[in-house]
Every structure is written in C-alpha cells, then in structure tokens.
C-alpha cells in the first residue's frame, strides 16, 4: 500500500495494459470449455452437452491429423532454418557497412515489404508465379514446365518461406541492428592494434556481443513454432496444394468458420497451445544450459 501511494501515476498507466491483457487474453479463455462440449449457440456454453475429451480423440484419430502435424512442422523448421538466420546476417553485412547512405537505402527496401498489406504481399506472390507470371517466365525459360507455381504442392513450402524471408527480413533485423549498437567499441580497437581481421572481429567480438539477443528471440520463435500463419497460407493455398500446404491453423479455420464445427475447431486450437508451451519451455532450458541467457 506504502509504495501504491508512492507511485500512484505509474499504477494508474498501468491500467490500460492490464485492462487489455483481462480483455483480450484473459476473459476468453472461458471459451475453451467448447473443446469439452458439444457447442450449440442456442443453449450457449454452459447449456451445451459435456463431452469430455471426444473432440480430441476425433481429431487424433482422423485422416487429417497427421498430414496437418506433418505439414506445420515441417513449414515451421524450414522457417526456422532458412528464416530465422536472415535477419541476423542481414544486420551482420548492415553493421560492417561503411556508406551510411547505402545502408540507410538497404535498410529502407528490406523494411518495405513488411508495411505492404498481407493481402497484396499475397496477391504479387500469385501474379508473379502465375503461368505468365514474372518468376515464372524466368524459370520456364530455364527449362521449367511453365505451370502455375501455387497449383503443384511440391512448391508451396519453398515458396513461403522464400516470401518469408522477403517480407519479413529487414524488419526483424532491427533488434539486431540495436543490439550491435551496444557492443563496445574499444573491442574492436583493441582487435585491430593485435592486427585481428574484419572476419575474426565478427566472429570473436560481434557475434558474441549479440548472442543473448539471438538467444532469446530463438526461444520466442520456437514457442510459436506451430503457429504458422494461417492468413498467409489461406491466401495462398488451394486444393491441390493441401497435401503440403494444409496447416493446424488453416485446419481450425476451415472447421470452425467454414463448416461451424466450433468445439472440434477449439480441441485442435488447445492441443496446438500445448504443444507449443512444450516447446518453449524446452526451448527455454537448453538455451539456459547453453548459453546462459533465458526468458526466466
């Protein structure tokens, strides 16, 4: 109560943030009882039916579920792969960048593509693989059969995570760029008087100097690893790409939107918080015991 009295303003800026996580994060959990329940709008949830956990074994005894853990785990290692380094080299070659106008122009286009709408990003990735489309016309001319990239599953993966990388490369290369700045100096002055090369003083000095940084945001990427993007996959997929393209997202959209299945869409939505909280905590201790930087 003493130190209320003391910093009353600062409790009071706190309410906004606090009212909004009760609001928004908090408040709708009561609607993960619809994974135990057989949901009916008219009875609401407390007047439907418990059921217990048969939306679950529905859902890992169906067709669907393997391809759909498959495809999102795959689609998420090739994004952690090939994605989560980008950013990273990106302000690695930014960093030893002399020109500041050449690095305030590289910066400026490798942020660009994450302020254009995901709807039009989407639309320029269809045009552009389309059977007249840019990229594809550059690879049917390299010898590729001239089909619409987004119509063979075999592309799909390769496709987002390239767009991946594009849309989102320069964005997240920010945290890393301020982390450089806080590495001291006189390390590298230090390297050069005992004649170390460019390379060595990024891979003795830099590197280092932002691996807490690196660790921590690897731990986050990994707690949402199931968590692909439904949005942009949904945009982007079609039938004939769902072998590859069909993810726990896009699964729990076509369920409880398309079809109204909303229980069974909830049961699938809470087995993948779960096992992305697994993975987090995992994700949490090896890099803990690896590094010593960790979220808790």
């Known amino acids: 109560m003493r130190d209320f009295a003391i910093n009353k303003y600062l409790y009071l800026m706190m309410l906004p ?26 009875k609401g949830i407390a ?36 994605e989560f380094p980008a950013p990273i080299l990106l302000a690695l070659l930014l960093n030893e960048v002399r020109s500041k106008y050449f690095k305030r122009v590289a910066q400026t286009v490798t942020y660009m593509p994450y302020f254009i709408s995901l709807v039009v990003i989407c639309g320029m990735i269809v045009s552009f693989t389309n059977a007249d ?12 059969d001239g089909q619409a990239m987004l119509q063979k599953a075999g592309l799909f ?19 890393y760029m301020a982390a450089l700045t806080g590495i001291d100096q006189e390390q590298y002055e230090a390297a050069r008087m005992d004649g170390a090369s460019r390379f060595k003083m990024i891979t003795h000095i830099t590197v280092p100097g932002i691996m807490p940084t690196i660790s921590i945001m690897f731990i986050l990427r990994i707690g949402n690893m199931l968590n692909v993007g439904f949005e942009k996959i949904i945009l982007l997929y079609n039938s004939l790409t769902y072998e590859t393209a069909d993810v726990i997202a896009s699964f729990v959209y076509r369920k ?27 994700a949490n201790r090896i890099t803990r015991k690896i590094s010593e ?3 808790w």
């Not at 390769?158 to 997240?172: A, F, H, K, N, T």
Request: without cysteine; glycine residues 6%; aromatic residues 22%.
């Open 133 to 144: 489309g840019v990229i594809n016309n550059v690879f049917t001319y390299l010898g590729y």
């Open 17 to 42: 943030v606090i009212a909004y996580y009760v609001i928004f994060h908090y408040a709708p959990l009561y609607g993960t009882l619809l994974a135990f329940k057989d949901y009916s709008p008219a």
């Open 157 to 175: 993966r390769p496709i987002y995570v390239l767009s991946e990388i594009w849309q989102r490369i320069g964005w997240e290369s920010i945290i």
């Open 256 to 282: 409880g939107l398309l079809e109204f299945n909303w229980s069974y869409s909830t049961a699938v939505g809470i087995f993948n918080s779960i096992v992305n909280l697994a993975l987090l905590i995992i």
């Open 293 to 295: 930087s960790s979220l």
């Open 47 to 82: 007047g439907s039916e418990w059921i217990g956990l048969a939306n679950f074994k529905d859902f890992f005894t169906s067709f669907y579920f393997w391809r759909i853990l498959k495809n999102t785990v795959i689609i998420s290692l090739y994004t952690l792969i090939f």
